[in-house]
Each structure stands twice: as structure tokens, then as C-alpha cells.
């Protein structure tokens, strides 16, 4: 029989808000603005949704949004928080393309997601130049900026590089950018969603063949 207190890894949409309109998202559908409204999960709405000792009884807890962006919610730190105070032992990550909020907010993240169980995976296809170009509405001098605050408060920082044709020329020198900020992680990947996106013509596969 299921019970809810044997659960040990917890996958939270905290908002299905995001800044950015990146073209292969479920974002970019026709229906998804009809069907999906803006809406942010609460502490106070998380507290009635998992109890103490269901919170005590995860391995894991992250939040990354299939909709949106967990910068979006309003108690996203304080909902982490909750959870590291319930759970000392909790491992806790979250997802984010980086751009929004303030370098502040992102200071005081970082003061919660520090050591190597915790960490926030900055979601940056490129550099100054071609970022935008998947990332549409982000600003890649934000991203760094607010990325270097949360590293500079003893956050535990990762870089997700989605490879594409326009940008796979600069994977080494963002690697290069990542360890020289702080970043304790960098991965590069491609996108899976290439065939469900057939008409998003001006964002194409890489070419190199490490990428096949």
C-alpha cells in the first residue's frame, strides 16, 4: 500500500512563472497559456502539504520547474529553509536559468544551499553572445552577476550548458568562465527535444561529432 511517509526524493514545482521564452519549452505551446495559470506554492501551503515527518524521511528534495522557474516563487528560500531545519541531513538542489531576482536574494540562497548536498545548477547556454538565443528575455550579465553572489555567499554552484550549432564553439571558454567564478560543476549536454520541436528552425543540433 502507498504510503506518503516512505517517499524519499521530492521533486517541488514551487511556480509555474518564468522570465524567459525559451523555444522548445512547454511554454512555447498555443495551449499552455490558456490551460496553465500563473500561480506560486506558499510556505504556508507546503506546510499543509508535507508534514514533519514526511520531511524527515527524504533523502532529496529539488526544485526544477517543468513550467517554470523556482526564482519565480516567493517563499522558494524560505520554503528550503523549512525543509534543512526539519532535515538536517536533506540533500536540496534547485534549477534555474539564472536571471531573475536581485543579486541580494540570490546571496541570501546561497547562505542555504552550501556544502556539497545542497547546490543550484545555473542553466547558461553560452556566453554574452548567444545565451539570449535559446534563453530568449534573459540577460547573461545578470545571470553571472546574481550566480557570482550566490557563490560568494558559500553557495554551491553547477553550470548546465545545452549544446546547440550556435554555441558549441564556446563550451571550453565557459568551462573555462565557470571554474574561474566559483563554479564547482560544469556539464555539457544536448537537447532531447529536437524532434518534438521540428519547426524551431533557428535552433539547430550541434555539428561536432563528440556530440553524436
Same mark, same amino acid.
Given at each position: 500500500?502507498?504510503?506518503? $511517509?516512505?517517499?524519499? *526524493?521530492? !521533486?517541488m514545482?514551487t #511556480? #509555474? *512563472?518564468?522570465?524567459?521564452?525559451?523555444?522548445?519549452?512547454?511554454?512555447?505551446? =498555443?495551449?499552455?497559456?490558456k490551460n496553465? =495559470?500563473?500561480?506560486s506554492? #506558499?510556505?504556508e501551503?507546503v506546510?499543509?502539504?508535507?508534514?514533519?515527518?514526511?520531511?524527515?524521511?527524504?533523502?532529496?528534495?529539488?526544485?526544477?520547474?517543468?513550467?517554470g522557474d =523556482?526564482?519565480?516563487?516567493?517563499?522558494?528560500?524560505e520554503?528550503?529553509?523549512h525543509?534543512k531545519?526539519?532535515?538536517v %541531513?536533506?540533500?536540496?538542489?534547485?534549477?534555474s %536559468?539564472?536571471?531573475?531576482?536581485?543579486?541580494?536574494?540570490?546571496?541570501r540562497?546561497g547562505?542555504v544551499?552550501?556544502? =556539497?548536498?545542497?547546490?543550484?545548477?545555473f542553466s547558461?547556454?553560452?556566453?554574452?553572445?548567444?545565451?539570449?538565443?535559446?534563453?530568449?528575455?534573459? $540577460?547573461?550579465?545578470k545571470?553571472?552577476?546574481?550566480?557570482? $553572489?550566490f557563490?560568494?555567499?558559500?553557495g554551491?554552484? !553547477?553550470?548546465?550548458?545545452?549544446?546547440?550549432?550556435? %554555441?558549441? !564553439?564556446?563550451v571550453d #571558454?565557459?568551462?573555462k568562465?565557470?571554474?574561474?567564478l566559483g563554479?564547482? !560543476?560544469?556539464?555539457?549536454? *544536448?537537447?532531447?527535444?529536437f524532434d518534438?520541436?521540428?519547426? *524551431?528552425?533557428h535552433?539547430r543540433?550541434p555539428?561536432?561529432e563528440?556530440y553524436?
Open positions: 500500500m502507498f504510503d506518503v $511517509n516512505n517517499i524519499k *526524493v521530492l !521533486h514545482e #511556480s #509555474s *512563472v518564468c522570465n524567459a521564452e525559451c523555444p522548445m519549452c512547454p511554454r512555447a505551446k =498555443p495551449s499552455f497559456k496553465v =495559470p500563473n500561480m506554492l #506558499s510556505l501551503k506546510k499543509t502539504l508535507f508534514g514533519d515527518d514526511m520531511i524527515r524521511n527524504l533523502d532529496y528534495m529539488f526544485m526544477c520547474g517543468n513550467y =523556482p526564482a519565480a516563487a516567493n517563499d522558494t528560500i520554503i528550503f529553509q525543509f531545519k526539519i532535515n %541531513n536533506i540533500e536540496l538542489r534547485m534549477n %536559468n539564472g536571471g531573475l531576482r536581485t543579486k541580494e536574494w540570490w546571496f540562497l547562505e544551499l552550501t556544502g =556539497p548536498q545542497r547546490s543550484c545548477v547558461i547556454d553560452g556566453l554574452a553572445d548567444t545565451n539570449h538565443i535559446y534563453r530568449v528575455n534573459t $540577460n547573461f550579465e545571470i553571472i552577476e546574481n550566480a557570482c $553572489n557563490i560568494k555567499a558559500g554551491n554552484a !553547477h553550470w548546465d550548458f545545452l549544446v546547440f550549432e550556435h %554555441n558549441e !564553439h564556446q #571558454s565557459a568551462r568562465m565557470a571554474y574561474a563554479f564547482t !560543476h560544469f556539464q555539457e549536454k *544536448v537537447s532531447c527535444r518534438a520541436w521540428p519547426n *524551431v528552425k535552433i543540433p555539428k561536432g563528440k553524436k
